[in-house]
């Protein structure tokens, strides 16, 4: 790992998660700085119970937004000054749900704010 990227956070996305918190795990045992962003929907805090840990054991740092990232501020609080992100966010669908016009409401929100999000990591 670069000098560079072990002093950018990298965003994950979903961390929390099953993917997400091996992802977390990986980085930070590679001493990567790591800031999660969950809505803990799915994903358990368990998964990250040993974060701390894992940073010490690598040199690197952990930070947890709790939100999501259909919401604005949390993404932009999520990305500041970040060098990645691996977006891991997702929601199992049932096709009532995929139906609602709020749900697609909340995609839209949620593409348009990782399309800021592109735009801020080009800068
Ligand atoms: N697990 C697999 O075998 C597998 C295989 C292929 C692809 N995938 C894909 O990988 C991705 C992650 O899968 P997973 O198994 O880790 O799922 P998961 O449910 O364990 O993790 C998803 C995480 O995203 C979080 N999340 C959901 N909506 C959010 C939101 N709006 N804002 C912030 N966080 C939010 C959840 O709390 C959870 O921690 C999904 O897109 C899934 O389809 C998974």
Redesign the pocket.
């Known amino acids: 790992m670069s000098p560079d990227s072990r002093a950018k956070p990298i965003v994950v996305?979903?961390?929390?998660?099953?993917?997400?918190?091996n992802l977390v795990e990986a980085l930070l045992k590679q001493g990567a700085t790591v800031r999660v962003?969950?809505?803990?929907?799915?994903?358990?805090r368990e998964?990250l119970a040993e974060a701390g840990a894992w940073a010490k054991q690598g040199g690197g740092r952990f930070e947890l937004i709790e939100?999501?990232?259909?919401d604005e501020a949390a993404v932009e609080r999520a990305i500041a000054g970040s060098g990645a992100v691996l977006h891991?966010?997702?929601?199992?669908l049932d096709d009532e749900t995929a139906a609602t016009s709020a749900f697609v409401a909340?995609i839209r929100n949620?593409a348009g704010r990782l399309q800021s999000l592109r735009s801020e990591l080009a800068k």
């Open positions: 996305t979903g961390g929390a998660g099953f993917i997400g918190s962003l969950d809505d803990f929907s799915t994903g358990r998964n939100g999501s990232v259909c891991q966010a997702a929601t199992e909340s949620a």
